[in-house]
């Protein structure tokens, strides 16, 4: 059904992964520390969803994401310093630290516009795809949501007009309420949604379906590997449910690092793993899942010590940079708000 | 040259002129007109540019978000919302996606869409198709707002909105617009926005009046004329960009004001031109300005309610003799 | 499964039936000599659905209902003569006059509040359902729309939360865009959907779903019967499509009497109707189809003449009443924004 | 006998008081102080009255549209839509169903139901999270609008609301309220609405202000008091219904007014106050009114940007300096 991930490929995911990872537990720690302020969402226990759809896309894409966002940005290539400084709204942020985590874009990456609105991104990125479409240019867009959107009716609007005009629109239903005891009503964030499978509300739209573990990688790889070659054949929008079993720091209403930052020798020695997140790492945490395979495909733990190393000090670095940036000078908030002279 | 033409005509015209020149204009839904008589006029368009027109589902908010998608990916797309309630649905879209991603992007992202909107009282439409929109917008910043209250504007400023702007706008018409006829040049002419005109000039006192009370406004001069009061209608054309230097010109000048439009009374388009006036013309104020507006009230269906309403002539004319002292 | 129908019962669906036809045809020729304004919706044409399914209702029961609502007001006992005398603007109408067409209500038959937004209804009537159950009292919510209403997104967000509590509503999707080959978009009103069928997207939320032939009474009234039953039972929502193929008088953009009044000979008489009509009279007229039922059940054509004669003189006597009715006095626009003084 | 409350724990305690009282009343959502740290003060409530919070969907529209229907049926509805922005969602609900019922209706079907929002600048919570919408909902007929600006309003308002009143109201919180303490009354009381206080008595010149800018008011208040300046604050706590005649009183007595809200300026909750002072008070100005408001941008999330935008102390004691000319 699909070609396999190459050994150079598997490592590539899994660096983005572990940079995702790295990034993110540093900024708990930089939140815990009062450096930045505002709500925030983590993408951990996500990430092989994210960096395996996103691998799917070319360079000319589109890619819309939610306020859960830092993992699909970094996973297209954002870089993790411009990311940080505007999550601590500095002016050499992506948005020049107008956005803060919640809305940042990066459009020469065709991440044109994020929103933090539950159900937002859906209609927007049906736009890009059908200006794909009626451009006749043969790109596609691909668009992240949680299941909360599902209850939404954006989301039905758009899904409605993508179907009808068959664009090369890919839905990924990140769905982070999995397993089934945790659907219920009432928690932050949280699924409520009466249909069985969230899929069967996507057919009935007559849109191809797929559920899929979002915790593994080559799963999710190969499904949107198949979506997007439709999309871009013309053959008309799908859509993907990717199963998450919720990272334990997720639960809180801010996020936490419980038990501690991730230790790659989790993969190899589970029961090093602290009691509080042991089940979650062992069983649905995609990164330890996937170093468990790039050894089983032939990299030596040093390998991946060693790319992982990089990555800290990438983040280190990342951070160090970020928190020098220059604040926004008060009274450019005044500016902007209209682009000037003609369109091109 | 120029030829008489009502106002649907000359939108119409518009249109056309711009689909023909720019393949990035696409236009959902295209009911310009409405359920009026006028929107026969658009129907010819929809067979010389086939597919440049979509026929949208009934799907206000996800057709606003995906038509700001759209333009943010390139295109130009005019979004025919319909009556200006339906706006309401695709508030979020318009308010917070279309009009705050300029901003939020740190000025990366354009969105030159338009939406068009019949806003007001336009006839036996009661509580739920009857609301003038312009200052629900004018309060949810980042969208340029058009009203044209002539033949002539609305052709020049669609234009300017369709293709020489990169930003969002919201295009308010009006169903009693639709059939009011006057003079526009032939050829394709852009009005710049932010730009007001002096619809007629005056001594006595100024009107300042955009959309559908442009007419009434100047119904109302005509009127008062006929007593010997000389009365100067300033049509501002747009609220965002506002051209406050022409309002205060005419308002330094006559030193009496009555400010006019369809929204409701309070926190509306007339509140914010008095606000604008006490600020900076407030020595050249001889009265304090009035406002003559739809009151605080849903709009009813019953025609003599509806009337009674309304912001008509006799209450322009019954305003401006107030401001007269 | 459902029991038959008297002959009485049958018979006063059909004066329900007949009520509807003629009061609306005068409509037209109202609206024709200039004597009332804006723009307005007929039911001629799926008279059976609304019929037999209000007959289904209690008197305690809530009816919400759409633009296209006379059917449903006069099935449910409105009197003609303040539902016309609205439509005209008087004073002594059903909402003195503030209303018109858009949305009468009669709140002492659990009309409350009639919505001329696509999909406006569908919230409140879950709404009512909600204080149904709330209170424990037995009551059932019915909801009409059309099948525009399904582009809506607010439909999803109620029939979710509807499925999601179990609310006692009964949704009736009256399909005026049958047959298929008139699905297309474009068309005003129209129904631009991409699902294969519109119940396979209430199915998807769980809720038990029907299609029934909506010119078909006795088939309407069986299903409707198990549907607020279930409802009743506290065993939640369901959804019925109920199809019409459109009156011909329905596709200009204002209500055209296209062939003239209904006669009821073209029941027993086919080839007596006008050629422009004779294909929808014979086939999908509600009433001409209930007409030749009530006739093989052993009613006589006279018995069905004098009824349509005495009907025809209440919309007579009603027209009279409703022209002569006051205006509502133009400063009484100002009153009536807020309730004055405590509630209960 | 009072005690000393925080403005949620006021607000916790009338809703207890509220559904213990009536059973008609139901809550959706109750997240009321939405991810501020008092939202400790909402989850005892969950436990003492387990059938009577419903967690919904995020489902805005449908859930504001379900609760009218609610009231409709015999219910006192409490729907806590959360961030002020999210209403966006609920427009038509609120705007086109829940505001015309009782008027299209010719007086007929009541709609007592509660809308609560956390409108305004949250710290953080850029463009798409900071909005504050009472202007929004004064430009849509039909909705009461309440903006509690201290522990013992919320507390006698929100019975009000839930209570005592057959109609819709627009609740607008604010989270940077939500810590604020003062007074509060042991016992359950109104506070009936259109009925302003005068938060400080003054005699140089007015403050109007509401919501969260009452505070902010205070504190100018104090700092100008410290000059000299005697500043009185005049708080409408109800936009719908108006006290004008408070508001009238206070600045005919003054001669000043600074008039100051969290929405932007144009069309915004100051533009409105500043139109009404000048039809009725232009005799007794000495100077201009003053607004201080949110400049027409969207709020961006940077904290000296922020912080720019936000019409906070500084730019009220500038302001009255201003109008003292
Ligand atoms: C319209 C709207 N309503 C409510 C919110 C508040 N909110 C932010 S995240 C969230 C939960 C979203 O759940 P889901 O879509 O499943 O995404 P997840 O956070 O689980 O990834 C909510 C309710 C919002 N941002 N927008
Ligand atoms: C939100 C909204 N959008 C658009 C309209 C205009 N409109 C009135 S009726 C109608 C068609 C509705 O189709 P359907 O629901 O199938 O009902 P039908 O008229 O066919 O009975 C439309 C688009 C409206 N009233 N409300
Ligand atoms: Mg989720
Ligand atoms: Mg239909």
């Not at chain 1, 050994?7 to 660096?15: F, G, K, V």
């Not at chain 1, 572990?18 to 520390?33: A, C, G, K, S, T």
């Not at chain 1, 899904?159 to 629109?169: D, F, G, R």
Request: contains cysteine; aromatic residues 8%.
């Amino acid at each position: 059904m699909t070609e396999a991930l190459s050994q150079a490929q598997a490592l590539e995911l899994l660096r983005q992964m572990l940079l995702i990872r790295r990034f993110e537990e540093r900024l708990v720690h930089l939140y815990e520390q009062g450096v930045f302020q505002g709500h925030y969402h983590l993408y951990i226990g996500q990430e092989a969803t994210g960096v395996a759809a996103i691998a799917r896309l070319e360079a000319r894409d589109y890619l819309f994401t939610t306020h859960r966002n830092h993992g699909h940005l970094l996973a297209r290539g954002v870089a993790p310093e411009r990311l940080l400084a505007e999550i601590l709204g500095r002016a050499s942020g992506l948005n020049g630290g107008r956005s803060g985590t919640l809305h940042p874009v990066a459009p020469e990456l065709g991440i044109l516009q994020t929103s933090a609105i539950v159900g937002g991104c859906v209609p927007l990125a049906a736009g890009a795809a059908f200006s794909a479409r009626y451009r006749g240019s043969g790109q596609v867009a691909m668009v992240f949501f949680g299941d909360g959107v599902l209850e939404e009716g954006a989301f039905y609007e758009a899904l409605n007009m993508a179907a009808l005009w068959k664009l090369p629109l890919v839905l990924v239903c990140e769905n982070n309420s999995i397993p089934p005891e945790l659907r219920a009503a009432g928690q932050f964030p949280s699924s409520t949604h009466a249909a069985r499978q969230l899929v069967e509300v996507a057919q009935s739209f007559t849109l191809p379906c797929s559920v899929v573990d979002g915790a593994d990688l080559e799963a999710v790889y190969a499904v949107l590997g198949e979506m997007v070659a439709r999309a871009r054949r013309g053959e008309g929008p799908s859509f993907v449910e990717a199963r998450n079993s919720r990272w334990p720091g997720n639960y809180p209403l801010y996020p936490a690092i419980v038990g501690g930052n991730t230790e790659l020798r989790w993969a190899w020695d589970p029961q090093a793993a602290p009691a509080e997140v042991r089940e979650w790492t062992d069983r649905s945490d995609p990164i330890v899942l996937w170093i468990r395979q790039v050894l089983a495909r032939g990299a030596t733990r040093q390998e991946v010590e060693a790319l992982d190393a990089q990555l800290v000090q990438q983040v280190d670095r990342a951070t160090e940079w970020a928190m020098q940036a220059p604040w926004p000078e008060p009274s450019t908030a005044l500016q902007g708000v209209f682009a000037e002279g003609r369109p091109a | 040259m120029t030829r008489t033409l009502t106002y649907a005509q000359a939108l119409a015209e518009a249109l056309g002129e711009i689909l023909r020149e720019d393949e990035r204009v696409v236009i959902f839904g295209g009911g310009f007109a409405g359920i009026t008589p006028s929107r026969v006029h658009f129907g010819p368009l929809f067979k010389e540019f086939p597919g440049r027109f979509v026929a949208p589902p009934i799907s206000e908010l996800g057709l606003a978000g995906l038509g700001a998608g759209a333009a943010m990916a390139g295109l130009r797309p005019i979004v025919d919302l319909g009556t200006g309630s339906f706006v309401f649905e695709a508030f979020p879209a318009v308010a917070n996606e279309a009009a705050i991603a300029y901003y939020t992007s740190n000025q990366q992202t354009t969105v030159p869409v338009v939406y068009h909107l019949l806003g007001g009282i336009r006839g036996a439409g009661a509580e739920q198709h009857s609301q003038a929109v312009q200052a629900l917008f004018w309060q949810t910043p980042g969208l340029q707002i058009m009203l044209p209250g002539s033949p002539a504007d609305v052709k020049g400023l669609v234009r300017t909105a369709a293709l020489a702007s990169k930003n969002p706008t919201l295009f308010v018409s009006h169903y009693r617009l639709m059939e009011v006829a006057g003079p526009v040049p032939e050829e394709p002419y852009e009005i710049p926005f932010g730009q007001a005109e002096v619809k007629r000039a005056g001594t006595d006192a100024t009107i300042v009046a955009c959309g559908i009370q442009v007419p009434r406004a100047l119904e109302a001069a005509e009127r008062l004329a006929a007593d010997g009061v000389s009365v100067e209608v300033v049509d501002p054309r747009t609220l965002v960009p506002l051209d406050e230097a022409a309002i205060l010109a005419s308002v330094r000048k006559t030193g009496r004001a009555v400010v006019t439009d369809e929204t409701p009374r309070s926190c509306g388009v007339a509140a914010e031109l008095v606000a604008r006036l006490v600020e900076q013309a407030w020595g050249a104020l001889k009265t304090p300005p009035r406002r003559v507006t739809i009151p605080d009230v849903p709009i009813p269906f019953s025609e003599p309610l509806e009337a009674f309403v309304t912001p008509g002539v006799d209450r322009l004319v019954a305003a401006v003799r107030e401001v007269l002292g």
